[in-house]
């Protein structure tokens, strides 16, 4: 059964950095995407960044796009989300997923596209 492991988080200054990392296991095939979804309080679930580990397309928020970047380790099955310029508004639960996903195929994530998410972590920003 397929498992996600997610690791980072935490709380930083507006304009600071943070590394989020989700490791897979139980699976054998690389036609899987890795990614974040996000949800801030009170707010709808947004999709934040996947990555295919098959060709390492990827796919980013507009919201998130020059300020983000998304990477893969094939060999660990591990996504990483390096996260920079930060803003308050970044501020929420971040859920690793993954699904059978052509990133090259997708204009922006959809939550129903990914059948396996991880338990969640806490990115704050502020000062």
């Known amino acids: 059964q397929l498992q996600l492991v997610e690791s980072g988080g935490g709380l930083v200054q507006p304009g600071g950095s943070l590394r989020l990392s989700c490791a897979a296991s139980g699976f054998s095939s690389n036609y899987y995407a890795i990614g974040w979804f996000r949800q801030a309080p009170g707010k709808e679930i947004e999709g934040v960044s996947c990555i295919s580990l098959n060709d390492g397309t990827t796919n980013y928020s507009d919201s998130v796009k020059g300020r983000f970047a998304i990477s893969r380790d094939n060999g660990k099955k591990t996504a990483y989300l390096q996260m920079n310029n930060l803003k308050p508004e970044d501020t929420a639960v971040y859920y690793c997923?993954?699904?059978?996903?052509?990133?090259?195929?997708?204009?922006?994530?959809?939550?129903?596209?990914?059948?396996?998410w991880g338990r969640g972590t806490q990115v704050t920003v502020s000062s």
């Open positions: 997923v993954a699904g059978q996903v052509v990133v090259s195929a997708i204009s922006s994530m959809v939550a129903y596209h990914f059948d396996h």
